[in-house]
């Protein structure tokens, strides 16, 4: 009897341990949207720098960041486990870890919809390890479609996605249409969301089903001649620009024109819809911020106003100026300058209606 039931608990603990074994897959080797440039060495990174030269060393870091990529997967499995060899790994106050450092899943709906599933990042691990959770467990080992966002602001060397043993793997397609380039500052790659899906880029791709990729640079978005080099070579359907959130208002009136004249040559006949920086918080009893933010508006205006009614006007037919919105009730700041979660969202809702209106013009729904 002994014998018996010690075979019993030998083929339980056989069992026990094949359930917890996990097999990976490389992400990249599945379906990696929201890439700027096919072909780098290291797929995760946004823009080769051996290619494309002239950042220093933050910029550097910020475009081998692989904000806005997301992977696209189906698969039966019941439980998810992410394993993580990084490079550069970001740290913040201001930033939930989640974001900067972790993964944000999202699973199609019976209603063909993006839902939210699962988020998460380790709180520690040692440089130069492996770095290995469980994203989620307890599915109904159905067949899925899987979106899995990449971490927002630090460098990944490796990423695998691990699935039961006896569980399907393979890449999904991808129902997100065109290919819609975004070029801004933090407020573009999502500084103080949550998780990486919720900057606004990555909801305004959810709600309108339009590719985002994105080229933003996180306090460095200020039309420098070399990241305009990088936006010449992008291939893409249209652009939108959240480019004067950075840059004091005498930069935005020395690079604005010349930046533009650059993206119409390199992209002629394409839409470039700028936007007016959101409103900051921080302005409201700071009189010295209040005094260099109105500056800026004020150059934007009389710039545009340039482009629309100069002599030239003909030529500019094709840049746009909309106003985006992040606050509701001057509580969506996180920190004064960054919106929250629900900030983006009303920022992404906001320019929903005047960039589709605009792209409708160029046969891009």
């Not at 913040?92 to 998460?120: H, R």
């Not at 990555?202 to 933003?216: C, E, H, P």
């Not at 004067?244 to 470039?272: C, M, Q, Y």
């Not at 700041?333 to 209606?353: F, Q």
Request: aromatic share 12%; hydrophobic share 35%.
């Amino acid at each position: 009897m002994k014998k018996l039931i010690l075979s019993f608990v030998l083929v339980a603990a056989f069992f026990s341990l094949r359930a917890q074994e996990v097999r990976y897959t490389e992400a990249s080797d599945l379906n990696l949207i929201g890439k700027p440039f096919p072909g780098t060495p290291n797929p995760y990174h946004r823009v080769d720098t051996l290619v494309f030269k002239g950042f220093n060393t933050t910029e550097n870091r910020q475009v081998r960041c692989p904000v806005g990529m997301a992977v696209l997967f189906k698969s039966n499995t019941t439980k998810i486990t992410i394993s993580t060899e990084w490079g550069y790994v970001y740290n913040s106050v201001s930033t939930m870890p989640i974001a900067f450092k972790g993964y944000d899943l999202y699973i199609k709906n019976n209603k063909g919809e993006w839902q939210y599933a699962a988020s998460g990042a380790n709180k520690q691990y040692k440089k130069g390890e492996t770095d290995t959770f469980t994203l989620i467990e307890n599915m109904d080992g159905s067949q899925h479609d899987f979106m899995l966002y990449m971490p927002m602001y630090s460098e990944v060397h490796s990423c695998k996605i691990g699935i039961d043993m006896d569980a399907s793997i393979e890449p999904a397609g991808s129902d997100f249409r065109h290919r819609i380039a975004v070029y801004g500052s933090s407020f573009t790659q999502g500084v103080s969301t949550s998780r990486a899906g919720m900057s606004w880029p990555m909801q305004f791709m959810r709600n309108t089903g339009l590719q985002i990729v994105s080229i933003a640079a996180s306090g460095r978005c200020m039309m420098q001649p070399y990241y305009t080099t990088v936006l010449e070579a992008i291939e893409a359907d249209a652009f939108i620009f959240d480019t004067f959130s950075n840059p004091v208002s005498d930069t935005i009136r020395e690079r604005l024109i010349p930046f533009i004249d650059r993206l119409i040559k390199a992209h002629p006949g394409k839409p470039l819809i700028f936007q007016r920086t959101i409103y900051r918080e921080r302005r409201n009893f700071d009189t010295a911020l209040d005094m260099r933010e109105a500056a800026k508006a004020q150059a934007v205006e009389e710039l545009f106003r340039e482009i629309k009614n100069g002599r030239e006007k003909a030529k500019y037919k094709h840049v746009y100026l909309i106003t985006p919105n992040a606050s509701d009730n001057h509580e969506t700041s996180v920190d004064g300058t960054h919106p929250n979660d629900y900030g983006y969202s009303l920022w992404a809702r906001s320019i929903e209606k005047p960039v589709k209106k605009i792209l409708a013009k160029y046969g891009i729904n």
